[in-house]
């Protein structure tokens, strides 16, 4: 027999996942949920913190080093070097100076300014960033001089996360910065796709494209990556530089030719892919080198992780908590409408879930301008889905950036609720055409609902939240 | 204990749903789950097929007539007349005439043309759609009349389905057929909504808004539904004919204003609802209204229940069935975006569900055209998907219209894998250009994946159906 307290009148009956095994929520009301929608977004950040994202998978017992399932038996290690690149490098770097103190021989980090933290045994620069400077590739080589000078008797760890491609340029020698950057923003505007645009990058870097597990070699190389990139494909993060290249130099030259661009990519660049089409130069290291066979890439931290962290959360405060996916893209207001058609099922079939229900996704999409409005893609997906929702009783939207960032603006994201669109139009404020000038921030802001983290330290993309409550 | 065949080398356990007990599936090869795709796809078009839902809500047990709860006692009922609107009419009035037989004392039908069938009973008129035309109105003057002689110990039947609107048109005296459709087709220019769109309509009609339920009162009024709308909301199917109206003359006079019609509505309609809105006109009847006491409208066929049955013929072929949603809008390859993400993480993470997996959901997107290629929602769907899977292993999609059309094609749809792109690549085709200019029928007309059924006489919309095996 279970027990009902009859003091909770409007009970509403949860089936646990256990057959049989009744348990009674009381109904939230509306302001619980969104209290409850962001505890289960800050749930998913929490769990991808840089240093957390480290020591989850990195732990030091005696003289075992593991990492992931590989262990590293540290009498057999004579030095242990650290490097790495990414907005989030200091807190990784600094997790990794508390487990393994002074067996770091030396060590070498490049993050973005007003990234940095103050770390014991390694040497931290604050470089430019998006746009790559001199001080970035002081950095770069630094790096690479101390990797190529490891032993095989050394371990080397790589810490990569977001921005980490930018905060790491070293492009070949007769190369400036300059004419790569031109290369990027040239291929950019003729919709080259990020796979083209790397191939070339990756074949005029001395470090991108498995290049610097390359000069690790014959060192071991142990790479740590808090992915902020969709899929978490680990030749795309930082553009791979520990990771093997399958494109080669006349890929690069095929991808030129198809955007029509051997007039306007800089001579240099051209001069130097033509050569090593001809042979000339080095092509980026392929699967099967031998310098992989002594690489482990581990994913410390990613989307999906920060996805099942949320839905644990959302478990707990008593929801039947939902991933759709975290590889969600596409232009923002339409997927804001696949996620609210999935919500309104739930209230009319109890399809794909029961209510109390949680929808959570992840991913990164897309903000085609329309109007010269303020916002960024996840206040703009709130906006779009609380149109949608106007009116569904007991309803919560909640999207925002892991980084606590979304577009040119102060806040994270913004949170929604059935309501929101009605007490918008009580204050005399049009939501439809909010949404068409892209101003999502102004109307969050007007109507308080904006959600303000400030900086998370950390970033594997967006969270979106949906409670049917 | 369970027996295990041990013939099956490749076996892949399927977890049922009931805790321990577990039954073996071999794995099945890409032509066989993409033929499962359309088994699942065809067993939810059977479940709606007028007949079938009509006998599956509507039973005669001697004297009684059981119409989904409501139960009619056919000696207390004098006559019982039958009316009806819609490209099904024709085979819903059939299995009505199959239940009642002599029982019917008259009815009276509007359906397209082309879509007629041989009735016992009643009187069928074939009329214009989707243009309106004469002889539509001169069925819905008789139509009209018939209820309008009925007393309070009849019983009217009443038949919608899609297409409903236009096949019994009848505007308010000294306002033409031709302005009502000039009246259309400004606001579908203007951008106006279809709520707005219909306020009007009803308003001019002397069937639409509850009209026909207000003409049918004394009598009894049970209405049968097939809707081909999203969100099955009554006052929208064909106008809501039976259904209370909330919308007032003001507000049709509001819905001018605001999109500046003024000056291009056409007079005797601008006439009307000034004399309306002066109270010299009758209004829509309202909810309250005595009429919709007698009245009782039912969904026979919809989306969702397609969506239900094809998920339980999926079940049954062995797949884990997750219901998205039946209320789909947006941007067709926007949609098909989010659900291949969804696709591709049940590959990486077993979620939303596990393998083997089948996704369906229903509605109705939309196509911005782009290009002068030929294809339709369905097809364009399936192209833009089966992009997004290229290369992923044993996955199956299908999007078709329940109708066995899909856009200005004789294909319902089209189906794909992922090897469809591969192979159209290997044939010298390109399948992104394809998409760009909306041309998914010569796509899958020429690598032979276009779904053709033939019309299967009936619309709940679309069904998209992706499995990951």
């Not at 009902?4 to 348990?23: E, H, N, P, R, Y």
């Not at 690069?252 to 051209?270: D, G, H, Q, T, W």
């Not at 909010?434 to 993309?461: A, C, H, Q, W």
Request: with cysteine; net charge neutral.
């Amino acid at each position: 027999m279970c027990q009902i307290d009859k003091g909770l009148l409007f009970a509403s009956v949860v089936w646990t996942k256990c057959w049989g095994k009744i348990s009674f929520m009381p109904s939230k009301t509306l302001d619980v949920m969104r209290s409850d929608a962001r505890k289960i977004f800050m749930a998913g950040v929490k769990s991808v913190e840089p240093a957390r994202a480290v020591e989850t998978l990195v732990q030091r017992e005696g003289h075992t080093l593991t990492i992931d399932t590989r262990q590293y038996d540290l009498i057999q290690i004579e030095n242990i070097y650290l490097v790495g690149t990414g907005k989030a490098a200091a807190p990784m770097a600094l997790a990794m100076e508390q487990i393994l103190g002074n067996r770091i021989n030396e060590g070498l980090i490049n993050t973005k300014h007003g990234h940095g933290l103050p770390l014991k045994r390694l040497k931290l620069r604050e470089v430019g960033h998006p746009v790559p400077d001199e001080a970035g590739m002081r950095g770069a080589e630094a790096i690479l001089s101390l990797v190529q000078g490891a032993k095989d008797r050394d371990l080397i760890i790589c810490l990569i996360s977001g921005g980490g491609s930018a905060l790491l340029p070293l492009p070949v020698e007769g190369i400036s910065l300059k004419e790569k950057q031109e290369l990027t923003s040239l291929m950019l505007r003729c919709g080259a796709t990020i796979h083209e645009i790397n191939a070339i990058r990756k074949h005029i870097s001395r470090i991108k494209g498995g290049r610097l597990a390359e000069a690790s070699w014959p060192a071991r190389l142990a790479t740590l990556i808090l992915s902020d990139v969709v899929g978490d494909s680990l030749d795309v993060i930082a553009s791979g530089p520990t990771v093997p290249d399958e494109s080669t130099f006349e890929d690069c030259l095929a991808i030129i030719s198809k955007y029509r661009l051997e007039s306007e990519v800089p001579f240099s660049i051209r001069n130097y892919l033509h050569e090593g089409a001809a042979g000339r130069r080095q092509d980026t290291p392929k699967p099967g080198n031998a310098c992989f066979a002594r690489t482990q890439n581990v994913i410390v931290g990613s989307n999906i992780q920060a996805i099942m962290a949320s839905a644990s959360e959302a478990r707990r405060l008593g929801y039947h908590p939902l991933v759709l996916s975290s590889l969600i893209e596409g232009e923002t207001r339409e997927v804001a409408k696949v996620h609210t058609a999935i919500a309104k099922e739930i209230v009319r079939t109890g399809n794909p879930t029961r209510r109390p229900a949680c929808l959570i996704s992840g991913g990164e999409t897309t903000v085609t301008l329309r109007g010269e409005g303020r916002g960024g893609r996840n206040q703009e997906f709130v906006l779009a889905a609380a149109l949608e929702m106007k009116g569904l009783d007991r309803s919560v939207i909640l999207s925002a950036g892991t980084d606590g960032t979304d577009g040119p603006t102060d806040a994270a994201g913004a949170i929604a609720d059935g309501n929101t669109v009605g007490r918008s139009l009580n204050k005399g404020m049009d939501p439809a055409s909010y949404l068409e000038r892209n101003d999502s921030y102004n109307f969050f802001s007007k109507i308080g609902d904006l959600l303000i983290t400030g900086p998370t330290k950390t970033n594997v993309m967006d969270l979106r939240i949906i409670i049917v409550g």
